[in-house]
Nanobody, 126 residues
């Protein structure tokens, strides 16, 4: 059974940092594109960051580029999202997501990505 376990969310002040982690079971993340969507109440899911199989150039949404960094730990079958210089507008539920049939970030989109984590809340507030 394919599933993810997410951790690392929480509350921080503007300018603070958090690191999210996403550990997969049931399949290997090495060979697929994996990343995070986020969603605030009343809004559509937004693809925030993605890393393709073989760690080719990652994708970052313009709103987070330069502040967020995605990385992998192959041994732990885990990906991480380091979030720095957090802003109140980063407040969302973040969902790790991947699909065994999606290898590149260019096609890593909600209709094609069928396996999602449980979501973790990130709150940025003073």
């Amino acid at each position: 059974q394919l599933q993810f376990v997410e951790s690392g969310g929480g509350s921080v002040q503007p300018g603070g940092s958090l690191r999210l982690s996403c550990t997969a079971s049931g399949f290997t993340l090495d060979d697929v594109a994996v990343g995070w969507f986020r969603q605030a109440p009343g809004r559509e899911h937004e693809g925030v960051v993605c890393i393709s199989s073989r760690d080719s150039s990652p994708y970052y949404a313009e709103s987070v580029e330069g502040r967020f960094t995605i990385s992998r730990d192959y041994a732990k079958n885990t990906v991480y999202l380091q979030m720095n210089s957090l802003k109140p507008e980063d407040t969302d539920v973040y969902y790790c997501a991947a699909d065994p049939l999606v290898y590149e970030c260019s096609v890593w989109r909600k209709p094609l990505v069928h396996y999602w984590g449980q979501g973790t809340q990130v709150t940025v507030s003073s």
